[in-house]
């Protein structure tokens, strides 16, 4: 299977495939973004501590790091969905600190999110034609009606990514990969200068992340954006970043290329874990062209561990008595019981962490309305990639081959029946995959 990861060369100055020249020695007067010892916190919890960093124009710069690191909170101060506490945020040169998100936008700062947000009911190019009409500018009075000009230029975004033939496809009808590539698509239409993209691969499959890959360096090739991306899958934030900065806690725990990451002590203890040197050895000499399991490992532990199972449904439990509105102490305290159950010291998910907080803030009687939603987003990013990792675990039906997952079905089927260990397969779900196989290739 081609996954677009094959032309990766780790021995570059630059690990960015689609860009050259020598960045080792930009000056601060060259940064298009700086962050000030930004912080952020949630009651007890530190969410983003005293960080700063400064992104140069035109780069691809990665930032990678644990569940509960602080990056996506840090997406929300730079674009002021969050307000910060202490520190700068300095955007082409003006102060854009604590401005209002539609205000940041308009200056040149797009993003998209962990989950996929659209307007379902719509079609696709009038998702991207809102962006359009409310992304460029402030309109206190908005047009009744779109303009040529707008239909034009959402035809174009849609070209950029690929959705031009789904163009008047009802949104709620897409696939993952398909609302990944809307959610650019609308992002790209304000004509930022800086782009965000928080986890863009997340749950999705290797043919599928080789096309946000081309996408990705189109927009930098093409558009000359600045592209600023969160990512697990390290293929994806190796392949594509010229520096790489891992979050941890709040904090920044390193800065610079991604391939000198294997060397730092912290990132392989705190991230990387002791069998990644290995990984990005395969890297460096071309020999593995598909993505491991290993590679996401931390989630595929965090979903597979019963005490993060444990975990999340007592926090999930907390949550719906929140919202009947019949919370007591004694939901909190088995919530906390099960969060000290772990045999693990240094085991801990971002569910977990934000949990823990929740608790101290209540015993202090703090206010808990940040935790509470922190913890709804958490719970539903985790959830969302649960689901995920279930759908690829999992054989199909012949309704879903028309789908783009079809690939991934038949390795998955093709590794199975070779395998030299099938005793934990029933003879009926090794035949429900061979046959399932035999129909695709029917229907190629």
């Known amino acids: 299977m081609n996954t677009g990861f094959k032309n990766l060369s780790l021995n570059k100055a630059k690990l960015n495939f689609f860009q050259s020249g020598d960045k080792e020695s930009i000056s601060q007067d060259d940064s298009l973004l700086t962050c000030h010892r930004v912080s952020k916190s949630f009651g007890a919890l530190k969410a983003v501590n005293q960080l700063s960093f400064e992104v140069p124009e035109g780069i691809v710069f990665g930032i990678g790091g644990p569940n509960g690191a602080g990056k996506t909170t840090l997406f929300d101060l730079i674009c002021g969905v969050q307000k910060v506490n202490n520190g700068e945020v300095i955007f082409n040169k003006q102060n854009i600190t604590n401005q209002q998100p539609h205000k940041i936008c308009h200056t040149g700062i797009a993003r998209t999110f962990q989950l996929n947000a659209a307007f379902e009911t719509m079609t696709v190019r009038e998702n991207v034609m809102v962006g359009i009409h409310h992304g460029v500018e402030n309109k206190e009075i908005p047009n009744l009606y779109f303009s040529r000009q707008d239909v034009i ?91 790489v900065m891992i979050m941890n806690h709040g904090e920044k725990l390193y800065q610079g290329q991604a391939e000198e990451m294997i060397n730092d002590k912290k990132v392989i203890e705190v991230y990387l874990g002791e069998g990644t040197s290995a990984n990005f050895q395969k890297l460096k000499k071309k020999k593995d062209n598909i993505l491991d399991e290993d590679e996401n490992l931390s989630l595929v532990e965090e979903i597979k561990d019963e005490w993060s199972k444990d975990v999340e449904i007592a926090a999930k439990s907390l949550m719906t008595q929140k919202k009947i509105g019949k919370i007591y102490p004694i939901d909190f305290l088995k919530l906390s019981k099960i969060i000290d159950r772990k045999t693990d010291t240094n085991k801990s998910t971002k569910i977990a962490r934000i949990a823990e907080s929740l608790i101290k803030a209540h015993n202090n009687s703090e206010d808990l309305s940040q935790l509470f939603e922190m913890l709804s987003r958490a719970i539903s990013e985790t959830s969302s990639l649960r689901s995920s990792y279930k759908k690829i675990k999992k054989p199909i039906s012949d309704e879903d081959n028309s789908n783009n997952r079809s690939k991934l079905i038949e390795e998955a089927a093709l590794k199975l029946i070779h395998s030299k260990d099938n005793k934990k397969d029933t003879e009926k779900d090794m035949e429900f995959l061979k046959q399932a196989l035999i129909w695709e290739k029917k229907n190629d």
Not at 178 to 195: D, G, W
Not at 208 to 219: D, H, M, P, S, T
Request: net charge negative.
């Open 153 to 243: 230029n959402a035809d174009s975004a849609l070209s950029l990514v690929g959705l031009s033939d789904i163009a008047d496809k009802v949104v709620s009808t897409l696939t993952h990969l398909e609302l990944k590539l809307l959610m650019i698509a609308s992002a790209i239409t304000t004509n930022p200068k800086l782009l965000l993209l928080d986890e863009p691969v997340g749950g999705l499959i290797p043919n599928e992340i080789e096309k946000i890959e081309k996408v990705v360096a189109r927009l930098v090739k093409e558009k000359g954006l600045t592209i600023i991306l969160i990512e697990h899958v390290m293929r994806f934030l190796v392949g594509l970043s010229d520096e």
